[in-house]
């Protein structure tokens, strides 16, 4: 099916454990973004990624990591999950920069015990 | 820097009644801004954006926005609230020639009450 697909979307884990929550996209979009939502705080930008190899840090980095081997696909790793890191995980696609919108996937709700 | 405030975390109106969703924006150079839909459980969903030109852009679902320059303003209007329109609003903002650094507010919740 075309669109954007983020998977699990709901995870429990507990505090130290490694969490992989994946994005797919079947746009061939070349810009793919991870943010997270948290009351108060409406969505913040962790990280994004420009095409396959390239990715740049957003508003709130720490405690995350991201790759991009291919086009489609956008997975977002807590190495080390803190209680902190509790939210809801929105992946989003775009053609590009400027006035090109974004499309969300569905979202990823994290709970970390 | 830039960034969207959006004042209000919740706004009620009847069904019928007009609504706006207010949203302020603090950019250098001139925006490109956005407003997006987020339903319970679901993504966020574009709902109409201003670029440049006309100062009133149509969106979806019948909702408009108006940019105001000199107030750095860009809210959100619909003529005839619908209980499905009930949902959280959000309002974004990204500098022309800024990369893909898209900011947005804190959401608005409305409430359309039958």
């Known amino acids: 099916d075309a669109g954007i697909t983020q998977s699990p979307r709901y995870k429990i884990t507990e505090t130290g454990r490694q969490v992989t929550l994946m994005c797919h996209q079947t746009w061939s979009h070349s810009y793919m973004f991870w943010y997270r939502q948290d009351l108060g705080h409406g969505l913040r930008l962790i990280y994004y990624s420009a095409a396959a190899d390239i990715t740049d840090k957003g508003e709130v980095p720490d405690g995350y990591v991201v790759s991009r081997s291919k086009t489609e696909n956008f997975p977002l790793t807590l190495e080390s999950a803190t209680r902190s890191q509790t939210s809801v995980y929105f992946c989003?696609?775009?053609?590009?920069?400027?006035?090109?919108?974004?499309?969300f996937g569905a979202g990823s709700r994290l709970t970390v015990l | 820097a830039q960034s969207v405030a959006q004042p209000e975390d919740q706004v009620n109106v009847a069904e019928g009644n007009p609504l706006t969703v207010k949203c302020t924006y603090s950019v250098s150079g001139n925006p490109y801004l956005f407003w997006y839909v987020q339903y319970p459980n679901r993504g966020l969903q574009f709902l109409l954006k201003?670029?440049?030109?006309?100062?009133l852009v149509k969106g979806s679902y019948g909702f408009e926005a108006e940019f105001n320059k000199s107030q750095t303003s860009f809210h959100l209007k619909k003529p005839s609230a619908l209980v499905s329109d009930s949902a959280l609003y959000f309002c974004a903002v990204r500098r022309h020639n800024a990369g893909n650094m898209l900011t947005f507010g804190g959401g608005t919740r409305l409430m359309v009450k039958p």
């Open positions: 201003y670029i440049t030109g006309d100062n």
């Open positions: 989003a696609s775009g053609r590009g920069s400027g006035a090109n919108v974004l499309t």
